[in-house]
Each structure stands twice: as structure tokens, then as C-alpha cells.
């Protein structure tokens, strides 16, 4: 079972504020990634790390940004919240070329 | 233009009959396909992949089949079961040196009828 963890699970929050969603593993895994989804959507690739001190913009463009200072740390920052940003988040891990594990995901609204 | 589609949003199937959930992709890139299942407020887990040298992988009540000239692939559950109610993802990746990521498709509402 992997052990890859998110806080918060729900967040609703008002426009202007700045958040920060948190992922951490317990893997030592190396590599990271944030998905955005909507519902009835396919997963959005939006950022991704290979390591720490790397990332890269994922498929989708976003406004958030994200920093990998500890391997099991990749956290995501939305510096002014929009209603567009209401979304569900999904972190996730993965070691070499194994399979991808999601952590549980936050739920974000945007008032 | 979505590279991975799954054109069935929802799909029912009676306990202990056969479900078959179906993925077309566009890509011919792709040489590494996965599904993942999802409970609602929980993340996609991992079920089954399957590589492009191969046209069957199967894994207890799971087997994944690809047609590679069609670029088309299908998860079979046989016997269905109500705990497999959920939402099915399939995803696909370029699988070159270091290049992890993946692209979905929108995912199959699957729903078991005791």
C-alpha cells in the first residue's frame, strides 16, 4: 500500500487568498506529480519533479507553482485564489518506471 | 484534441457477469497503457498496465487487452463484483528514458447491479 498523503481534503476559501496544498510520501520515491481534475474530466497533468530542486510545468498550464525542496515534500501554492481555480487536486509518486500512486486529493472551492 | 478517450461515460452490469470497459487513444507514441480505478473523495489506485509488446495481461479477476493497429484497448472484470462500482481511468504514456507522464482519458462510471 502506498503511503502518499494530502492536507487539506476539502478547502473552500475566498478569492485574493493564498493557499497551500500539501503532499508528502513516505516512499522515498523520486519523482512527484500535481493532476487537476473536474468532475466527469480526464486528469490534468499541471506540474511534475524528477528529483529535488526540479520541476517542470506539466501538460496544462496553470497559475500555481510548486517547489520540491525534500524528496517526500512537494507542496503547491496558489499566491491570489479565482473562482476557476475550484478544482480537485491530486498529488501523486512514482519510483523508476513503476506505476503512479495518487494520494487521496483536495477538493478546492473558490468562492 | 484528447489523445486518450473512453467514450462511454457510464456502464452497468449485473453481479458475477462480465464488464468490459473500453479506451481508444490516438497517439501512436504510446507504448505503455494503465488503469486506475476511483472511489468518489478518494485518488485513482492502480489496477493493471500493460506494455506494447504485449497484446494480454491479466491479473486475477483483471485482464487488459491491446490492439495496437486499432489503438484500442479494453479492461475485462470477470466475475463483476458490487465492490467494483467505481470509476475506471485509462492512461497512456510515451515511456522514453525518464518521461513519466501520463495522459487520461475522462473514465468510465462503472456501476455493479446486485
Known amino acids: 500500500e502506498a503511503d502518499i498523503y494530502q492536507t487539506p481534503r476539502y478547502l473552500v476559501i475566498g478569492t485574493g487568498k493564498k493557499i497551500t496544498l500539501e503532499c508528502s510520501q513516505t516512499m522515498g520515491h523520486d519523482k512527484m506529480y500535481w493532476y487537476q481534475q473536474d468532475p466527469g474530466m480526464e486528469l490534468h497533468l499541471i506540474h511534475y519533479?524528477?528529483?529535488?530542486?526540479?520541476?517542470e510545468k506539466g501538460d496544462l498550464s496553470s497559475e500555481s507553482t510548486v517547489s520540491r525542496i525534500r524528496t517526500e515534500h512537494f507542496p503547491l501554492t496558489l499566491e491570489s485564489a479565482r473562482p476557476s481555480h475550484t478544482s480537485q487536486y491530486l498529488c501523486a509518486s512514482s519510483e523508476g518506471r513503476q506505476e503512479q500512486f495518487f494520494g487521496p486529493g483536495t477538493r478546492l472551492t473558490v468562492l | 484534441d484528447q489523445q486518450v478517450k473512453q467514450n462511454s461515460p457510464s456502464l452497468s452490469v449485473q453481479e458475477g457477469r462480465i464488464s468490459i470497459l473500453n479506451c481508444d487513444y490516438t497517439n501512436s507514441m504510446f507504448d505503455y497503457f494503465l488503469w486506475y480505478k476511483k472511489y468518489p473523495a478518494e485518488g485513482p489506485t492502480f489496477l493493471i498496465s500493460?506494455?506494447?509488446?504485449?497484446d494480454k495481461n491479466e491479473d486475477g479477476r483483471f485482464t487488459v487487452f491491446l490492439n495496437k493497429s486499432a489503438k484500442h484497448l479494453s479492461l475485462h472484470i470477470v466475475p463483476s463484483q458490487p465492490g467494483d462500482s467505481a470509476v475506471y481511468f485509462c492512461a497512456a504514456k510515451v515511456s522514453n528514458f525518464g518521461n513519466e507522464k501520463l495522459t487520461f482519458g475522462t473514465g468510465t462510471r462503472l456501476t455493479i447491479i446486485p
Open positions: 500493460i506494455s506494447s509488446i504485449k
Open positions: 519533479s524528477y528529483g529535488v530542486n526540479s520541476t
